[in-house]
């Protein structure tokens, strides 16, 4: 395997986290230690700061309550050419601490539903993720949709085709509503079946507070009462992704999602 001027042998495993980065975007170390399967927070720490080292990783940090800093990693320019993936890092500078970047957050919430579906078991015989993928262009012409994640779960009772909107409170009702509608227009127009060979597909609304999640399945339920599942960071966080926590626009009783 191809090494560095500092000696640096890349493992498969650091090429796995790098192909990963190419959709995640941005990283922490617990995001990191469950992608490449890092034993120890020792080790996963020391890799990281290898590769940043050796330019394969682009290192931020995040500022904490407390005036502590969190690292956060990104894949740089190298780090893409190496393992053939597109190079769409983050526009911040290198070493920088972020404070109040909502990019960040948000991107790091996604990816902690990347880590819980493709990554940790599913609690459903024979259940697996085959397939995540990010987006970076509208996935109908004309229409500004752009999803946080896209996931496909097959199990030999279901499969599932799942769209992820991650909501940290910052949308407006109208700008929700729109969304919503763009959603719509895609799954008559398709498109989806097409580009995903997928018969239907549902979005998964993550919302912030309980608050927020009933505010959006308000508003949803004045264009329509399908496709939409909703739930919240702090259901997923306390019960876990597969548990009964989600609902429906027009119906509050919480079920799972196989």
């Given at each position: 395997?191809?090494?560095?001027?500092?000696?640096m042998?890349?493992?498969?495993?650091?090429?796995?986290?790098?192909?990963?980065?190419?959709?995640?975007r941005?990283?922490?170390?617990?995001?990191?230690?469950?992608?490449?399967?890092?034993?120890?927070?020792?080790r996963?720490?020391?890799?990281?700061?290898?590769?940043?080292?050796?330019?394969?990783?682009?290192?931020?940090?995040?500022?904490?309550?407390?005036?502590?800093?969190?690292?956060?990693?990104?894949?740089?320019?190298?780090?893409?050419?190496?393992?053939?993936?597109?190079?769409?890092?983050?526009?911040?500078?290198?070493?920088?601490?972020?404070?109040?970047?909502?990019?960040?957050?948000?991107?790091?919430?996604?990816?902690?539903?990347?880590?819980?579906?493709?990554?940790?078991?599913?609690?459903?015989?024979?259940?697996?993720?085959v397939?995540?993928l990010?987006?970076?262009?509208?996935?109908?012409?004309?229409?500004?949709?752009?999803?946080?994640?896209y996931?496909?779960?097959?199990?030999?009772?279901?499969?599932?085709?799942?769209?992820?909107?991650?909501?940290?409170?910052?949308?407006?009702?109208?700008?929700?509503?729109?969304?919503?509608?763009?959603?719509?227009?895609?799954?008559?127009?398709?498109?989806?079946?097409?580009?995903?060979?997928?018969?239907?597909?549902?979005?998964?609304?993550?919302?912030?507070?309980?608050?927020?999640?009933?505010?959006?399945?308000?508003?949803?339920?004045?264009?329509?009462?399908?496709?939409?599942?909703?739930?919240?960071?702090e259901?997923?966080?306390?019960?876990?992704?597969?548990?009964?926590?989600?609902?429906?626009?027009?119906?509050?009783?919480?079920?799972?999602?196989?």
């Amino acid at each position: 395997m191809p090494g560095t001027s500092t000696g640096m042998i890349l493992q498969d495993r650091d090429r796995h986290l790098l192909t990963e980065l190419a959709v995640l975007r941005i990283i922490d170390r617990e995001q990191a230690k469950c992608v490449a399967r890092f034993g120890s927070t020792t080790r996963a720490n020391s890799r990281l700061l290898l590769l940043a080292r050796n330019g394969f990783l682009r290192r931020f940090f995040l500022g904490t309550v407390g005036g502590a800093r969190k690292a956060l990693y990104a894949l740089s320019p190298k780090g893409a050419a190496l393992v053939g993936v597109p190079y769409r890092g983050p526009r911040r500078a290198t070493d920088q601490t972020l404070a109040g970047d909502f990019f960040t957050a948000h991107q790091l919430r996604i990816n902690t539903l990347f880590c819980l579906v493709k990554y940790h078991p599913i609690p459903v015989e024979g259940a697996r993720c085959v397939r995540w993928l990010s987006f970076h262009e509208p996935l109908l012409s004309g229409v500004p949709l752009i999803p946080d994640g896209y996931a496909e779960v097959v199990a030999p009772s279901k499969n599932l085709a799942m769209f992820l909107e991650v909501d940290l409170g910052n949308e407006s009702r109208t700008v929700w509503l729109r969304k919503v509608q763009s959603y719509l227009r895609y799954a008559v127009s398709g498109k989806f079946h097409e580009q995903f060979h997928q018969p239907q597909f549902r979005t998964l609304v993550v919302a912030n507070s309980e608050r927020r999640m009933a505010s959006l399945r308000a508003a949803t339920i004045t264009a329509t009462d399908k496709i939409f599942w909703f739930t919240t960071l702090e259901a997923i966080d306390r019960n876990g992704f597969w548990s009964p926590i989600w609902t429906r626009a027009g119906d509050t009783a919480r079920q799972p999602l196989m």
